[in-house]
């Protein structure tokens, strides 16, 4: 055996962060930026009900996949081609016009709908089996896409709306141009660089060089023949609380957090900021900066601590946004945005790193396959319940939604505190024991 240190995650490991983070900020660009600041053009509330109901059918499309993604050969390729077929679609959300609303409806619809699917399921599934051990580190970093996306709704508005009062022509394309260009350069990126295991391309996980090549090569090849019969099946996974304990918590982060972003026109509009270009800039940089933080931060701990505490303080800080938004007041409301933005950075990173930590990595593909499509099924009604109750009362009244995020922050703390990951382990063992299959072989995590 070699005693070589891990340092980084290697040249690999790092195309792979790349990649993903660029997926992620090509989902933000093209489905949160079209109901943030495109809304108004394209019909209003519809263009949130169409997130929502594209999101609901790549839930199903999930679960549906999530019965053979152990037997799927190259979730690498199956990734690509999701992608690809994104930016497609992405493109008509670019140059189909306001005139033609209905044909921009289903580029958008199918944008969304596949879009999640490649940067959140499949990418995912790379994710663990690369990290399963620094999953909670590497998503902190990839996350920060998120908060960097909406930070750029801002001048992504300016550019499309400044020359409509002497053109009366919204300039869509050339704001998203360098987003699509980005999307394409990390597609490219996961192309040439990235591989379903990195054995296959001489690596290692988590770029722990202390196993020989030949000694990591076997584990990847008994992972691989392992994951074809995991006994965490569709029904064993959804009947098992500890499953729905760890899950909801990770979708009503997500929705509270997806669904408030998505309306930080309106809802800064309300206190008289979103018509002040420099300083509505100000805020949401400030947005941008706390949300990175967080996500780093609370990746760190999740990676020290576990899952189960980092998701215990997102929920907290989920439970402070929703009560200092209820002051109505701005000094409060910037305290709102605030904790809102460390768990907003944070939101995305546990359906990863969940199911890595409490699950073995054989079964990891088959649970990240339920628990990510049960944390977006909630994620997905989030902008269109934000929407129906900040304008419950005809106009802008955010201590609406924040009364939401502060009920989301309570059930989140409670459901997490349920959650026991010994719990897990019985349930395991009870399976394993079943199906014939050895019970000594550690799980990674369980903190």
């Known amino acids: 055996m070699s005693n070589k240190k891990s340092i980084g995650f290697g040249f690999r490991g790092w195309m792979l962060i790349v990649y993903q983070f660029i997926a992620f900020l090509t989902f933000t660009v093209f489905t949160n930026w079209p109901m943030n600041a495109l809304s108004d053009l394209y019909g209003g509330q519809i263009v949130s009900t169409i997130y929502t109901v594209a999101q609901v059918v790549g ?136 591989k379903d295991y990195p054995e296959q391309c001489g690596c290692f996980r988590d770029n722990d060089k202390s196993f020989t090549p030949e000694i990591a090569k076997a584990m990847m090849e008994a992972e691989i023949e392992n994951k074809k019969t995991t006994v965490w099946t569709l029904g064993n996974t959804l009947k098992s609380g500890a499953f729905w304990c760890l899950s909801l918590p990770m979708g009503m982060l997500l929705m509270a957090s997806i669904g408030m972003m998505t309306q930080t026109i309106p809802i800064l509009g309300a206190y008289g900021i979103a018509s002040d270009s420099a300083q509505f800039g100000m805020i949401m940089l400030g947005i941008c900066v706390v949300a990175c933080l967080g996500s780093w931060v609370l990746g760190l701990i ?77 994620s997905s009604f989030g902008p269109m319940l934000v929407a129906i109750l900040l304008f419950s009362k005809g106009y802008p009244t955010p201590t609406a939604p924040f009364t939401f995020v502060g009920i989301c922050g309570v059930l989140s703390i409670i459901l997490v505190l349920l959650f026991k990951p010994a719990k897990v382990k019985e349930t395991d063992d009870k399976y394993r024991a079943a199906a014939g299959k050895p019970l000594d072989d550690v799980l990674v995590g369980r903190k």
Request: charge should be positive.
């Open 59 to 194: 839930i199903g499309t999930q679960l549906v996949l999530s019965r053979n993604i152990g037997k799927v050969k190259n979730i690498k390729v199956l990734s690509i081609i999701l992608g690809a077929v994104s930016l497609v679609f992405a493109l008509g959300i670019m140059v189909i016009p306001p005139a033609m609303a209905t044909l921009w409806y289903v580029a958008y619809f199918l944008e969304s709908f596949i879009v999640t699917i490649w940067c959140t399921f499949t990418i995912g599934i790379l994710i663990g089996q690369w990290f399963p051990r620094r999953k909670g580190t590497v998503m902190g970093i990839v996350t920060f896409s998120f908060p960097i996306g909406n930070a750029l709704v801002s001048p992504f508005a300016q550019a499309v709306f400044k020359n409509m009062a002497t053109t009366h022509i919204p300039n869509i394309a050339g704001a998203f141009l360098p987003y699509f260009i980005l999307g394409i350069v990390g597609l490219l990126i996961g192309a040439i660089f990235v």
């Open 302 to 378: 999740d990676t020290r601590f576990g899952t189960k505490r980092a998701l215990t303080i997102s929920a907290f800080l989920m439970l402070l946004s929703g009560a200092f938004g209820l002051a109505g007041n701005f000094p409060c409301l910037l305290a709102a945005l605030a904790c809102l933005a460390a768990f907003m950075g944070s939101a995305s990173n546990f359906t990863v790193s969940g199911a890595v930590q409490y699950w073995r990595i054989e079964d990891f593909p088959s649970v990240f396959a339920r628990i990510n499509p049960v944390a977006s099924l909630l």
